[in-house]
Nanobody, 113 residues
Framework: QVQLVESGGGLVQAGGSLRLSCAAS??????MGWYRQAPGKQRELVAT???????NYADSVKGRFTISRESAKSTVYLQMNSLKPEDTAVYYC?????????WGQGTQVTVSS
């Protein structure tokens, strides 16, 4: 079973930045990405990146968040700039390869106004 290790969450003021990291125990992936879930809301996509580095972003984070990957590793990063209070949520990393997927345990991001 693929294990994901996330890090980088925390408390930041509005307008600040955070960087999330996610390392998968697998050597390859087809897609990795970040999702988030705020209290009382459904989990939603934030950003994904494929093995050929094609990126996809939610409209709400375009221009503020950047997803990247470490070459030849199943490690992805989410650079979050210009954070807003509405970005507050638990952020989950997801790994996918063919029909298999795995989720991280989640990391809390809190943005104060």
């Amino acid at each position: 079973q693929v294990q994901l290790v996330e890090s980088g969450g925390g408390l930041v003021q509005a307008g600040g930045s955070l960087r999330l990291s996610c390392a998968a125990s697998a050597t390859m992936f087809s897609t990795m990405g970040w999702y988030r879930q705020a209290p009382g809301k459904q989990r939603e996509l934030v950003a994904t990146i494929t093995d050929d580095s094609t990126r996809n972003y939610a409209d709400s984070v375009k221009g503020r968040f950047t997803i990247s990957r470490e070459s030849a590793k199943s490690t992805v990063y989410l650079q979050m700039n210009s954070l807003k209070p509405e970005d507050t949520a638990v952020y989950y990393c997801k790994w996918r390869m063919a029909w298999r997927d795995a989720w991280g345990q989640g990391t809390q991001v809190t943005v104060s106004s």
